[in-house]
């Protein structure tokens, strides 16, 4: 792209900010219109005060922070936003925010903020053609529209995880399946049958089939069936598989706290703190919120790969992150990877809980319960029995180790994505200087 002519200009004459619109949580409609703040999207409303796609910058507390969205939009006062009629330009000026180094023009030394006329004021080169900002837009955004993938494409392994979970230790599919088939009077083959049906969702036909083109996952899945108990019993009122018990997790695991640390100890390290920022909302790992730390701590408060970590503070107006679980990944960027405060760590006593324990986690009924344990109002923090005490279904050793074992690619893959996400952005940021400068 040697041959664009560039222009120099400001902020303020391309691309001018504009500030965003009060929504007190009181005056919120549930609805599926994102409300961007200075962090991001904070909750959704039933309306939206800019009609188009547009690029928000965020204004106080996360001063800086630039977020795209490609849809209608309500952004509130904490932040501003610009538009363009053209998507593909306004990409263009959404990579080009990102270069400007926005975070660092906090104006506030009490509470940060973003003045708007010193960001106005910035110099910037852009094309002097229409046509060619947007192919640079085009051209940056293929790297996200993968990522976007990537994560889609996770959300649905993260669905497909959680359904066999619930499938098989929340709603007892296959043993529900084998009681009724006993109960009209069928043999216990035919009740093994009926059990295969409901672990695999297929016809009586389908695995007939199935035996013949596939022998060996017909021969699994009728192992699977046969560690399925063949009737119900009531314990301490609850009714569960026969040979099943009620546990509580402190039985199964530990349950550690993170460290506290100072601001001073933020420095550059090969020890990392995973933070709140290291959750999605609604769960699973983001390997962007791991902060550099200088400070001692605790054998056992480092993590490693695999391991299942829980939010145990929440800042968002939603509280959709307190009580959420992620499983740690790896960072080669760091020797050690550290839980801060607002984290604890899950460890099982036995490696086959890994993946139960995290789908257990996100269940509505885990949910429920650590969010009966929260104080505080604008800060949200989890009661220290919050997560030791929930009580739970607990499944044969035999089952336990089938469920890990019909998991385990899943959750490999999701790890592979993730990592592959981490790649294209850095990719991604390595030719955004020169893209945005006319040098490739």
Known sequence: MSDIEWIETTVGEYCPFIYGK????????????????????????????????????????????????????WVIDTAFYIVNDDLEELKFTYYLLKTL?????????????????????????????????????????????????????????EQIAQALFKSWFVDFDPVRAKVQALSDGLSLEQAEL???QAISGKTPEELTALSQTQPDRYAELAEIAKAFPCEMVKVDGVEVPKGWEVKRIDEIANIIKGKSYKSSELEKSKTALVTLKSFNRGGGYRLDG????????????????????????????????????AMVMSDSNYQHLVISLDVGVVRPFNDVYKHFLYCLAMTDSFQAHTKSFCTGTTVLHLG????????????????????????SSIFEKINLHIEENKNLEKVRDLLLPSLLSGRS
């Open 22 to 73: 009060a929504l007190p949580q009181s005056k919120r409609i549930s609805g599926n219109i994102p409300v961007y703040g200075s962090n991001g999207i904070v909750d959704f409303h039933n309306s939206s005060c800019v009609n188009t796609a547009g690029v928000i910058i965020g204004r106080k507390g996360s001063v800086g922070a630039i977020h795209l969205s490609e849809k209608p939009f």
């Open 101 to 157: 180094g926005l975070s660092e023009m906090n104006s506030d030394s009490a509470v940060p903020g973003l003045n708007r006329e010193n960001a106005h004021s910035l110099k910037i080169k852009i094309p002097k053609d229409k046509f060619h900002r947007c192919e640079i837009g085009k051209r940056l955004s293929i790297f996200d529209q993968k990522i976007q993938l990537n994560t889609q494409i996770n959300q649905t392994l």
């Open 194 to 196: 009926a059990a295969m």
């Open 290 to 325: 791991l902060k550099e730390y200088t400070g001692k701590y605790k054998s056992e408060q480092e993590v490693f790969a695999g391991e299942l970590i829980i939010a145990y503070t929440d800042v968002t107006q939603a509280a959709d992150v307190i009580g959420k679980p």
């Open 384 to 407: 220290k029995d919050a997560v030791p005490s929930f009580e739970f279904i607990n499944p044969s050793n035999e089952l336990l180790h089938v469920f890990y074992k019909q998991t």
